[in-house]
């Protein structure tokens, strides 16, 4: 079993348009994220959740917008599509309480707006 | 706020070689550090974590790391690359904000294996 699934891992779209990229994890973690992997294989935080309440929004444009319907999924919604939102997309989760906790991670969504 | 930082962004190696890659953090009380490999089209998966206890600590596939307090680092190391540790490398610390923790990467270390 896939323990952080994302859905789907390509996307290729016209700017303009509205996407969404969907995210579920099965390990019983508190804690997601949605991570932006840019073309120098930079990861920068995006989203936070700690069970589905927002915890961190890193100043992210109000085009994205995240939503967890329970604290196993986090999906990625993003309006309005530009050519610079083409990155790669990796959804995480952690059991979130200790520090000393790592982060699993899916297997990206590479989105490619054209 | 937590940090680390990479100085190694790109490393060519010849296989039997041996490998160290540099990690530096910022903060000055408790840490936990992270070293993830991202093999190519795959997703980040942990390599080695250091908490507290004995500074060397050892990962899977024959990597290991050194948390050395007094020069702020956690240094990647491997004895002898294989052509299969291609991939990239990225240190990370898990700072802690708004009461939970936020895996902080740097940015990375491509490592290209030459067979």
């Known amino acids: 079993d896939t323990a952080v699934s994302q859905t789907p891992k390509y996307l290729v779209t016209q700017m303009g348009n509205d996407k969404s990229i969907k995210c579920e994890q099965n390990?019983?973690?508190?804690?997601m994220y949605w991570y932006k992997q840019d073309s120098k294989k930079f990861l920068k935080i995006m989203f936070s959740y700690n069970n589905k309440e927002l915890i961190i929004n890193e100043t992210v444009p109000n085009r994205f917008s995240p939503k967890s319907p329970d604290k196993a999924h986090l999906n990625l919604h993003i309006n309005s599509l530009e050519l610079g939102d083409s990155a790669v997309y990796f959804c995480?989760?952690?059991?979130?309480?200790?520090?000393?906790?790592?982060?699993?991670f899916g297997q990206g969504t590479r989105l490619t707006v054209v | 706020a937590q940090s680390v930082s990479q100085h190694n962004h790109h490393v060519i190696l010849s296989e039997a070689a041996s490998l160290e890659l540099g990690c530096n953090y910022s903060?000055?009380?408790?840490?936990?550090l992270f070293w993830y490999v991202q093999y190519p089209g795959q997703h980040l998966q942990l390599l080695l974590k250091?908490?507290?206890?004995?500074?060397l600590v050892k990962g899977i596939k024959g990597f290991e790391a050194e948390f050395i307090k007094s020069k702020f680092s956690f240094n990647l190391r491997k004895p002898s690359v294989q052509w299969s540790d291609t991939a990239e490398y990225f240190c990370?610390?898990?700072?802690?904000?708004?009461?939970?923790?936020?895996?902080?990467f740097g940015r990375g270390t491509s490592l290209i294996v030459h067979p």
């Open positions: 990370a610390v898990n700072e802690s904000r708004g009461g939970s923790y936020i895996p902080t």
């Open positions: 903060y000055g009380g408790t840490v936990n």
């Open positions: 250091y908490f507290s206890g004995d500074p």
């Open positions: 995480a989760s952690s059991p979130g309480q200790g520090a000393n906790t790592e982060a699993f």
């Open positions: 390990l019983g973690h508190d804690t």
